[in-house]
């Protein structure tokens, strides 16, 4: 999480391509990087990179579906925005599938790439965000005993400490004091709280 | 041991005896019979020696038993005579003298019998009056009183004397015994025998004739019965027994009775009957040895006669066996009836199928046989024979058993036979049909080939080694222009324009010099002229044949004109069809074609784009607005380059022959495909031979074949979605004789039934496909003088390749 400036990050085989897009996005002072292929785009790939993907799906070796499968499995985030030399439905169709963010067909209208590829900047920074808190409520679960896990999972559910206690065949003051624990630990203040910290953190564990 | 291999040589030599080699045969047997005759002759002497020595041991057997036996007779006789005497005590005289000649009648031998009275002076004495010595004597027979006394003294009361002589030369001797009365010795019984005919009557005549026997009595030779003619002569007989003949056979026995020693001797003589015996061995020998002769002889007559024989029987086997052998047969007949044929060899069968019976027996004539059309011919030709009395020959048809017709060749002539004084007709008559056919199919091959020169299309000129037109058929006539007359025996360079007709006579030349050969064998186009002067193409082939004389080429000429201009129109054709295939190829190519062109379309459009913010944003930047601009003018001139390459690609115009580097060629239909490559994934791989030579062709063509293999190729490695993987190679090699381009593809491959329908036009493995890609490939690649083909690979893919050729 080191670097934390959003790049664009441009994969075609054209080296025209590449320098025009290159050039237009210096006018607006974007940050980007070109890639010849997908391959030297995955060389440097290492999960910390932020922004958003251009990439020209028909491109030898490894093409731009391939890419996208390659980032999907290792969780990469970032958005992609596909190019296509000609309108290919059944190929649009899969990378949109596939959690394409858009996919554009050449020649593109400038503004039009522009204004997707901010789109793209912001939904990475609102994903990236969430991203981070749900890294943040996981750890703090993480940091449960399982005794409190399963103290945690019940009072989350709506059961009464008293219909623990009897359940879990303990006092009634020892869910109370683990209760008062998990409260502590997740650094919540009221059960509303805790049951929300819940559901997000469920969401982001079954997407 | 030996027996068996004799006769089993002479078995053999009999089965295959020849001339000389067997003459020893006869003699052997002759010499083999002639043994067995003296060996049979000399077992037979031998036998009859045998026999006789036994006849001769068993007689003096027989005599001397018979001599023990008598004598002990006698004795017992005398002892009886004297016990009756003792019983009695003596009898009156007269008594004992009638007993006495009962005696001597009973048992002949004696010469007395006497009694004496113990002084022995009072004798009565009987004589026998049947003896010999009897007859002649005295009543006083009896030795005297002092011999007796001497005998009697000292013997026992039973004894016999030595050998006594008798009067009348007789030899005797005498048996006496003692005479008892009342216990007391009252004298003797004298018995006196004549030796003589004691022994004959003893031996009983059984020595008669057959065997000589002499007694000996106490070493005194009493007897001697050695021949008829010495009978009663011992002194001639012991010389005859000293014959060697007889004293080999002889037997001697000794026998002792009553104290005194008899020796007896037994000797075959000389009778008739062993002399009969003899004689017949002799004649047993001499006629078997004659037989042996005989035999001899006659077997030699017979082998000799057997050896001429079987020579004549071989000689006339050889002689059949010749005549089964021709093809034909012989024959003659009297001149009486011509066709009573009275012999025919074997022959006959083969020929017609009748035996020699049908002929022989008239049961079929010849003249039946001869077809009706050529009868008459025959018969002529036979009464001029017979007119002339020379030899005939005479070529027919005759109908065979089977009604099958034959072709006959007959020569024969008339003689007279040595025999019967008859005029006879010899002939021999040998089947050609064969020939005859082959002479038939000579003829109308010959009309066949003269009929095919002169309808020939193409002109057939045969020239001399000089040049000299020496034939020329009509079509020459025709293609030329000349008349048959203006061409034969001129020389043939006429017919050629310049170069050739000048240096035609070098090229003869040349050829018939060094064996080198530039159209002989060969064909060739080359040109040639016509009588109004035009030149025209033609086609020549040339080829040589050796006749009898001399050596002498035939040329072949085809008119190409008509060829040429339908090649044309063909190759025209193919050209159109060329460019719709390849209109067709742009068409289908055009999705690749606009990726193409979107690149630097798009790119264009980022530079514009970029050049229009510089400026908007205010901040003039000149050096990047340059650089956007020059970007923008590169794509532009890249998407127009793209369009370029389209445009001739689909460009309509005729063919050229350029020279084309093959390796030129595959890089550019790599970058023509580059786009669609990468719409169909697939990824092109170059292979290139950097030593192939240039070839001559339309190079837009062989580009519009390339790019066709190589699409289908990528095309069937996305139709089986790049199961195989997505390579598809470019591959040019070169050997001596031309470049080979291959496009190796990892597709499906060529199925069987895609395989037959492969070069068909309008028949396409595609949904969307024309079908007439390959089939103009093919004839494109034809056009150029190669071959487009293809193998499939292993399990997988496919080698499409087309090779051509460089340059002659």
């Given at each position: 999480?080191?670097?934390?400036?959003?790049?664009?990050?441009?994969?075609?085989?054209?080296?025209?391509?590449?320098?025009?897009?290159?050039?237009?996005?210096?006018?607006?002072?974007?940050?980007?990087?070109?890639?010849?292929?997908?391959?030297?785009?995955?060389?440097?790939?290492?999960?910390?990179?932020?922004?958003?993907?251009?990439?020209?799906?028909?491109?030898?070796?490894?093409?731009?579906?391939?890419?996208?499968?390659?980032?999907?499995?290792?969780?990469?985030?970032?958005?992609?925005?596909?190019?296509?030399?000609?309108?290919?439905?059944?190929?649009?169709?899969?990378?949109?599938?596939?959690?394409?963010?858009?996919?554009?067909?050449?020649?593109?209208?400038?503004?039009?790439?522009?204004?997707?590829?901010?789109?793209?900047?912001?939904?990475?920074?609102?994903?990236?965000?969430?991203?981070?808190?749900?890294?943040?409520?996981?750890?703090?679960?993480?940091?449960?005993?399982?005794?409190?896990?399963?103290?945690?999972?019940?009072?989350?559910?709506?059961?009464?400490?008293?219909?623990?206690?009897?359940?879990?065949?303990?006092?009634?003051?020892?869910?109370?004091?683990?209760?008062?624990?998990?409260?502590?630990?997740?650094?919540?203040?009221?059960?509303?709280?805790?049951?929300?910290?819940?559901?997000?953190?469920?969401?982001?564990?079954?997407? | 041991?030996?027996?068996?291999?004799?006769?089993?040589?002479?078995?053999?030599?009999?089965?295959?005896?020849?001339?000389?080699?067997?003459?020893?045969?006869?003699?052997?047997?002759?010499?083999?019979?002639?043994?067995?005759?003296?060996?049979?002759?000399?077992?037979?002497?031998?036998?009859?020696?045998?026999?006789?020595?036994?006849?001769?041991?068993?007689?003096l057997e027989?005599l001397q038993t018979a001599l023990a036996r008598?004598l002990d007779?006698?004795?017992?006789?005398?002892?009886?005579?004297?016990?009756?005497?003792?019983?009695?005590?003596?009898?009156?005289?007269?008594?004992?003298?009638?007993?006495?000649?009962?005696?001597?009648?009973?048992?002949?031998?004696?010469?007395?019998?006497?009694?004496?009275?113990?002084?022995?002076?009072?004798?009565?004495?009987?004589?026998?009056?049947?003896?010999?010595?009897?007859?002649?004597?005295?009543?006083?027979?009896?030795?005297?009183?002092?011999?007796?006394?001497?005998?009697?003294?000292?013997?026992?009361?039973?004894?016999?004397?030595?050998?006594?002589?008798?009067?009348?030369?007789?030899?005797?001797?005498?048996?006496?015994?003692?005479?008892?009365?009342?216990?007391?010795?009252?004298?003797?019984?004298?018995?006196?025998?004549?030796?003589?005919?004691?022994?004959?009557?003893?031996?009983?005549?059984?020595?008669?004739?057959?065997?000589?026997?002499?007694v000996w009595l106490?070493?005194?030779?009493?007897?001697?019965?050695?021949?008829?003619?010495?009978?009663?002569?011992?002194?001639?007989?012991?010389?005859?027994?000293?014959?060697?003949?007889?004293?080999?056979?002889?037997?001697q026995g000794n026998l002792a009775l009553y104290g005194q020693q008899w020796r007896i001797?037994?000797?075959?003589?000389?009778?008739?009957?062993?002399?009969?015996?003899?004689?017949?061995?002799?004649?047993?020998?001499?006629?078997?040895?004659?037989?042996?002769?005989?035999?001899?002889?006659?077997?030699?007559?017979?082998?000799?006669?057997?050896?001429?024989?079987?020579?004549?029987?071989?000689?006339?086997?050889?002689?059949?066996?010749?005549?089964?052998?021709?093809?034909?047969?012989?024959?003659?007949?009297?001149?009486?009836?011509?066709?009573?044929?009275?012999?025919?060899?074997?022959?006959?069968?083969?020929?017609?199928?009748?035996?020699?019976?049908?002929?022989?027996?008239?049961?079929?004539?010849?003249?039946?046989?001869?077809?009706?059309?050529?009868?008459?011919?025959?018969?002529?030709?036979?009464?001029?024979?017979?007119?002339?009395?020379?030899?005939?020959?005479?070529?027919?048809?005759?109908?065979?058993?089977?009604?099958?017709?034959?072709?006959?060749?007959?020569?024969?002539?008339?003689?007279?036979?040595?025999?019967?004084?008859?005029?006879?007709?010899?002939?021999?008559?040998?089947?050609?049909?064969?020939?005859?056919?082959?002479?038939?199919?000579?003829?109308?091959?010959?009309?066949?080939?003269?009929?095919?020169?002169?309808?020939?299309?193409?002109?057939?000129?045969?020239?001399?080694?000089?040049?000299?037109?020496?034939?020329?058929?009509?079509?020459?006539?025709?293609?030329?222009?000349?008349?048959?007359?203006?061409?034969?025996?001129?020389?043939?360079?006429?017919?050629?324009?310049?170069?050739?007709?000048?240096?035609?006579?070098?090229?003869?030349?040349?050829?018939?010099?060094?064996?080198?050969?530039?159209?002989?064998?060969?064909?060739?186009?080359?040109?040639?002229?016509?009588?109004?002067?035009?030149?025209?193409?033609?086609?020549?082939?040339?080829?040589?044949?050796?006749?009898?004389?001399?050596?002498?080429?035939?040329?072949?000429?085809?008119?190409?004109?008509?060829?040429?201009?339908?090649?044309?129109?063909?190759?025209?054709?193919?050209?159109?069809?060329?460019?719709?295939?390849?209109?067709?190829?742009?068409?289908?190519?055009?999705?690749?074609?606009?990726?193409?062109?979107?690149?630097?379309?798009?790119?264009?459009?980022?530079?514009?784009?970029?050049?229009?913010?510089?400026?908007?944003?205010?901040?003039?930047?000149?050096?990047?607005?340059?650089?956007?601009?020059?970007?923008?003018?590169?794509?532009?001139?890249?998407?127009?380059?793209?369009?370029?390459?389209?445009?001739?690609?689909?460009?309509?115009?005729?063919?050229?022959?350029?020279?084309?580097?093959?390796?030129?060629?595959?890089?550019?239909?790599?970058?023509?495909?580059?786009?669609?490559?990468?719409?169909?994934?697939?990824?092109?791989?170059?292979?290139?031979?950097?030593?192939?030579?240039?070839?001559?062709?339309?190079?837009?063509?062989?580009?519009?074949?390339?790019?066709?293999?190589?699409?289908?190729?990528?095309?069937?490695?996305?139709?089986?979605?790049?199961?195989?993987?997505?390579?598809?190679?470019?591959?040019?090699?070169?050997?001596?004789?031309?470049?080979?381009?291959?496009?190796?593809?990892?597709?499906?491959?060529?199925?069987?039934?895609?395989?037959?329908?492969?070069?068909?036009?309008?028949?396409?493995?595609?949904?969307?496909?024309?079908?007439?890609?390959?089939?103009?490939?093919?004839?494109?690649?034809?056009?150029?003088?190669?071959?487009?083909?293809?193998?499939?690979?292993?399990?997988?893919?496919?080698?499409?390749?087309?090779?051509?050729?460089?340059?002659?």
């Amino acid at each position: 999480m080191s670097q934390s400036i959003q790049q664009v990050y441009i994969v075609d085989d054209d080296e025209a391509i590449r320098d025009s897009m290159s050039m237009l996005l210096e006018t607006i002072d974007l940050p980007h990087q070109c890639f010849s292929s997908a391959t030297e785009f995955l060389e440097i790939y290492d999960g910390t990179q932020r922004g958003c993907l251009v990439v020209d799906i028909r491109m030898p070796v490894m093409n731009g579906l391939e890419l996208q499968k390659n980032l999907n499995e290792q969780e990469c985030l970032l958005p992609i925005i596909f190019m296509t030399g000609h309108g290919d439905i059944p190929m649009a169709v899969e990378a949109m599938r596939a959690g394409a963010l858009d996919f554009m067909r050449k020649p593109v209208r400038e503004q039009d790439l522009l204004d997707r590829i901010q789109q793209a900047l912001q939904h990475e920074s609102g994903e990236f965000d969430m991203h981070e808190k749900m890294a943040g409520i996981r750890s703090r679960i993480a940091t449960l005993t399982p005794k409190e896990h399963e103290i945690f999972d019940r009072v989350a559910q709506g059961q009464a400490n008293k219909v623990i206690a009897a359940e879990l065949g303990v006092s009634e003051r020892t869910v109370e004091v683990h209760r008062a624990q998990v409260m502590k630990k997740l650094d919540v203040r009221t059960l509303a709280d805790l049951v929300r910290l819940k559901l997000t953190g469920e969401a982001q564990l079954s997407p | 041991m030996n027996t068996p291999y004799c006769f089993e040589g002479i078995l053999t030599a009999l089965r295959n005896n020849r001339n000389e080699e067997g003459s020893w045969i006869p003699w052997l047997v002759g010499a083999l019979v002639a043994c067995a005759v003296f060996l049979g002759w000399s077992t037979l002497k031998q036998q009859e020696q045998v026999d006789l020595q036994r006849s001769t041991s068993i007689l003096l057997e027989r005599l001397q038993t018979a001599l023990a036996r008598d004598l002990d007779q006698r004795v017992s006789s005398l002892q009886r005579l004297a016990e009756r005497w003792s019983h009695h005590g003596g009898t009156a005289r007269s008594a004992w003298e009638s007993d006495v000649a009962n005696y001597l009648a009973d048992q002949p031998g004696y010469h007395s019998i006497a009694r004496l009275d113990a002084t022995l002076s009072d004798r009565w004495v009987v004589i026998d009056h049947d003896s010999g010595s009897a007859r002649s004597s005295s009543t006083d027979s009896l030795p005297d009183v002092a011999w007796l006394e001497r005998l009697l003294s000292d013997a026992p009361a039973t004894g016999l004397s030595s050998a006594v002589a008798l009067p009348d030369d007789q030899w005797g001797f005498v048996l006496y015994h003692a005479i008892f009365k009342n216990e007391q010795p009252d004298g003797y019984i004298v018995a006196s025998f004549e030796l003589d005919a004691w022994l004959d009557f003893v031996l009983n005549g059984a020595t008669e004739e057959l065997f000589a026997v002499q007694v000996w009595l106490d070493d005194t030779l009493v007897l001697d019965r050695s021949a008829v003619s010495a009978r009663h002569s011992s002194t001639a007989s012991l010389t005859q027994t000293g014959n060697a003949s007889t004293l080999d056979q002889s037997r001697q026995g000794n026998l002792a009775l009553y104290g005194q020693q008899w020796r007896i001797a037994v000797s075959l003589t000389e009778t008739r009957l062993a002399a009969n015996q003899s004689r017949m061995a002799e004649a047993l020998l001499w006629s078997g040895l004659l037989v042996s002769g005989l035999l001899v002889w006659a077997l030699r007559a017979t082998l000799r006669s057997r050896a001429e024989n079987r020579e004549l029987q071989l000689h006339s086997l050889q002689l059949e066996a010749q005549w089964r052998n021709l093809p034909g047969m012989a024959y003659h007949s009297q001149l009486t009836s011509p066709s009573l044929l009275e012999f025919v060899s074997e022959g006959c069968h083969k020929l017609t199928g009748y035996t020699r019976q049908d002929f022989q027996t008239g049961s079929i004539t010849w003249d039946s046989l001869v077809n009706a059309e050529d009868r008459e011919m025959r018969q002529a030709c036979l009464d001029s024979a017979i007119a002339s009395g020379e030899a005939y020959q005479v070529v027919y048809r005759i109908v065979c058993h089977d009604n099958g017709e034959k072709w006959v060749w007959e020569r024969g002539n008339i003689c007279d036979s040595e025999r019967d004084q008859v005029c006879l007709i010899e002939g021999m008559v040998l089947d050609i049909t064969e020939q005859k056919h082959t002479e038939i199919a000579l003829t109308e091959s010959t009309a066949y080939a003269q009929t095919l020169v002169d309808t020939a299309a193409e002109a057939i000129i045969t020239i001399a080694t000089n040049g000299d037109i020496e034939s020329a058929n009509r079509s020459t006539e025709r293609m030329f222009g000349y008349e048959r007359r203006e061409l034969l025996g001129r020389n043939v360079r006429m017919l050629m324009p310049e170069p050739f007709m000048s240096e035609h006579d070098a090229y003869l030349a040349r050829y018939l010099k060094t064996g080198e050969a530039r159209i002989i064998g060969t064909g060739r186009e080359v040109s040639g002229l016509r009588k109004d002067g035009s030149v025209f193409p033609i086609q020549l082939s040339v080829s040589e044949f050796q006749t009898k004389e001399e050596l002498k080429f035939v040329g072949l000429i085809r008119d190409l004109t008509q060829q040429q201009r339908a090649e044309q129109e063909a190759s025209l054709h193919r050209e159109r069809l060329a460019h719709v295939a390849r209109v067709n190829m742009l068409g289908e190519m055009a999705t690749g074609i606009a990726h193409e062109i979107n690149q630097p379309l798009s790119a264009i459009s980022m530079y514009a784009q970029s050049g229009l913010r510089f400026l908007d944003a205010g901040v003039p930047r000149p050096e990047r607005l340059r650089d956007a601009l020059e970007k923008l003018s590169a794509q532009a001139h890249r998407a127009g380059a793209v369009i370029e390459r389209m445009q001739q690609f689909a460009r309509q115009r005729e063919s050229t022959c350029e020279t084309v580097d093959c390796n030129q060629l595959v890089r550019e239909i790599a970058s023509l495909a580059e786009s669609e490559a990468l719409i169909r994934d697939a990824q092109i791989e170059l292979d290139i031979d950097r030593h192939i030579g240039t070839v001559q062709a339309d190079p837009i063509q062989l580009q519009q074949v390339a790019l066709n293999l190589l699409r289908n190729g990528m095309e069937s490695m996305a139709s089986i979605d790049h199961r195989y993987g997505n390579r598809i190679v470019l591959r040019t090699r070169g050997n001596a004789e031309g470049v080979t381009l291959s496009v190796i593809d990892q597709g499906s491959g060529v199925s069987a039934e895609a395989a037959e329908q492969l070069y068909k036009p309008f028949a396409s493995t595609k949904d969307m496909g024309m079908g007439i890609g390959l089939s103009i490939c093919k004839s494109i690649i034809h056009s150029h003088g190669g071959e487009l083909d293809f193998v499939n690979g292993e399990g997988h893919g496919a080698t499409f390749f087309f090779t051509l050729p460089y340059p002659s």
